[in-house]
């Protein structure tokens, strides 16, 4: 990503723009702009629901889109904005947009492109609720929804229909860390006339970014890797300012705001993005090679292990690492979470900086029929673990007493 570098003095030209590492980005971007910048190192919180203006034309301005200020806490604040430039910079989409919910995100990025008769193609894995928002709220919308294998090119060929203009996909499945051909399904999206919309929480653009493979909206929850530390919530939509502007009249209208304060608390997060993600990524290939080994562990899904289905696909999209996520098929899984309390807590959710456990039977893929979540392998001794960024020798301890219990 190049930055602009300012005149050298003595009307010198200025020098060649600086490439900088992810790891960089992620802890300066977004707050070049913001104003002050001498006066508080971190950003403050701006919880103002409302804002002053000089005049009726200063008014003016704020409200076309002429100058961003911030009019009204529905419509974004000072700390949204500066989330929104640091996530468009890590995605290297053009813009951003923040929601109160990864879920707001998902919701307004469709809705801004879809209308009634319109139809999507997504695949069967994704995550529980946006399953359900497909199945179900969509045909209420009068759009229509076709889920198939996303790795499956053939399948998803078959799907489109001359009225599709969505395909719909995580770029790591939830929870069996399936790795659908995004640079595929983008060319095979756009020679259709559609777009391809990836979900990118579980890999985040510490090691993974669609939008360079071809993806035209780029979603994440921001309460799992971004902010890393189970304390704020949200959701963005990483875009060109054009598909950005039309999710955002959905989103204001839908009334999806993030609050100020859990976009300072992300920003905070997201500094050091980077760095987490290299220890999340060494930990969970380490615990997936440990396991996969043990005889009380049936099935190891991490991308990393040689036999992944897309092991060499994985390889080459990912090279950075897969991120802190994995799933096991457990002997016993209910003495296995026993045998880990006061240690691993269970937690439906996932990428804190410590490791949790969660079971997409019982949560993330509840709103799934019990006969669909079979089909996928997601079955009631699955747990799905977010490995988190302990030392390594204490977390396979951990897991091994509690296998050995």
């Not at 806490?73 to 430039?85: H, I």
């Not at 391809?196 to 921001?222: I, K, M, Q, Y």
């Not at 002997?331 to 691993?344: M, S, T, W, Y």
């Amino acid at each position: 990503m190049s930055q602009p570098t300012p005149d050298a003095p003595g009307g010198q030209s200025a020098a060649a723009p600086v490439k900088y590492d992810l790891t960089t980005l992620a802890a300066r971007a977004g707050e070049e702009a913001r104003p002050n910048r001498a006066a508080a190192l971190v950003e403050p919180i701006y919880q103002s629901t409302v804002y002053a203006f000089a005049d009726l034309d200063d008014l003016d301005r704020a409200m076309s889109g002429e100058d961003p200020a911030s009019f009204y806490y529905r419509n974004g604040t000072p700390n949204a904005a500066t989330l929104e430039r640091a996530l468009a910079t890590l995605e290297d989409t053009g813009a951003a947009l923040v929601a109160g919910s990864g879920m707001a995100a998902i919701s307004a990025a469709l809705l801004g492109v879809l209308k009634a008769g319109d139809h999507v193609i997504t695949d069967a894995r994704v995550y529980g609720v946006t399953y359900a928002l497909l199945a179900e709220e969509f045909p209420r919308l009068g759009i229509e929804v076709s889920f198939v294998d996303a790795c499956d090119l053939n399948e998803v060929e078959d799907a489109f229909r001359p009225n599709t203009r969505v395909v719909h996909v995580e770029s790591l499945t939830n929870p069996l860390l399936t790795v659908p051909d995004v640079p595929a399904l983008a060319r095979l999206a756009h020679e259709r006339g559609a777009l391809l919309s990836v979900d990118n929480t579980f890999a985040s653009p510490a090691v993974f970014r669609p939008a360079e493979h071809g993806a035209d909206l780029v979603t994440h929850s921001v309460s799992k890797y971004l902010s890393g530390h189970s304390s704020a919530f949200g959701g963005v939509l990483c875009a060109s300012p054009e598909l950005v502007a039309l999710a955002r009249t959905r989103l204001l209208r839908l009334g999806g705001t993030i609050s100020a304060f859990d976009a300072w608390m992300t920003m905070q997060g997201l500094k050091t993005l980077g760095l987490r993600m290299r220890a999340h990524s060494g930990n969970a290939q380490a615990v997936a090679d440990v396991l996969v080994n043990h005889p009380r562990v049936k099935a190891v899904y991490h991308p990393g292990l040689s036999d992944h289905p897309q092991f060499h696909l994985a390889m080459d999209l990912f090279p950075q690492g897969f991120g802190g996520m994995l799933s096991a098929d457990i002997e016993d899984a209910p003495r296995f979470v026993k045998a880990l309390a006061g240690r691993i807590p269970l937690a439906p959710s996932l990428a804190d900086v410590i490791t949790t456990l969660s079971w997409p039977w019982g949560t993330s893929h509840r709103p799934l029929p019990e006969p669909e979540r079979r089909r996928l392998g997601i079955t009631p001794n699955l747990l799905r673990l977010s490995i988190g960024i302990e030392d390594i020798g204490d977390l396979l301890g951990d897991f091994e007493a509690a296998l050995d219990a």
